[in-house]
């Protein structure tokens, strides 16, 4: 299925991203979810009616703040396994600031059947789904796109890191030395490091004054961004 061969009500009508498989997992999640959350409400009454014990009172108002937290979690995770949205509305989710409603965006455009034509959303769709190796095997500008990843916290990094490296492609060094510093606090710099030596076949260790010296003074990247 393509987006650009529907237009106006087709477009709008159609929906997607529900299954039946999501139907089955979803009822599951909202009724634990619920009992879990019932459960909390019943604490809380506890809580409230036996005050000759302040420690168990203080307990069982813990525990029933902690079950209203799961079970909303619970219920909110099952909820989303009902969602539908329009076919173009999917398409825009692609690009949305959270990563966890691009990727919901990518998979329900994949069981649709959709395929991306336009260059941005061959771009966006990647992107959305973390397949960088797809991205890749774009060139250069696939690779702008990966690097643009690296400040998205909510994206498991070291798998786009081991794509960089594996590229070897120029462009991605001087977002990964800017990275370097950032990614200590993450537990991935030495990820980026390796990416980094992978790509260059130079060793600075973690100096990001020693590599962005080497990179002003040896490297030339084309910035021209050929089109899809």
């Given amino acids: 299925m393509n987006v650009e061969k529907y237009s106006g009500e087709e477009q709008s009508s159609h929906r997607i991203g529900r299954t039946a498989s999501g139907i089955v997992i979803g009822s599951c999640g909202c009724l634990i979810g619920g009992l879990i959350f019932v459960r909390g409400f019943f604490m809380l009454l506890d809580a409230i009616l036996n005050r000759s014990d302040p420690g168990g009172v203080g307990y069982q108002l813990g525990g029933a703040v902690v079950m209203f937290i799961l079970g909303a979690a619970i219920l909110n995770w099952g909820g989303r396994r009902f969602r539908t949205v329009p076919l173009p509305d999917a398409v825009v989710m692609l690009r949305d600031k959270y990563a966890t409603e691009r990727r919901w965006a990518a998979k329900a455009l994949s069981r649709a059947g959709w395929v991306p034509t336009s260059e941005d959303h061959k771009l966006d769709f990647p992107a959305a789904s ?89 490297v030339r990247v084309d910035n021209s961004e050929p089109r899809l």
């Fill in 130 to 218: 973390e397949k960088w190796d797809d991205l890749e095997a774009l060139g250069s500008i696939g690779i702008d796109r990966i690097c643009e990843a690296l400040t998205v916290q909510e994206i498991f990094i070291p798998p786009l890191l081991l794509t960089l490296g594996r590229s070897k492609n120029l462009r991605s060094v001087k977002p990964l030395i800017k990275f370097l510093d950032k990614s200590k606090s993450g537990g991935w710099q030495s990820n980026v490091i390796k990416a980094l030596k992978e790509i260059t076949d130079k060793d600075f260790g973690d100096d990001r004054d020693a590599w962005t010296n080497w990179f002003q003074s040896e």
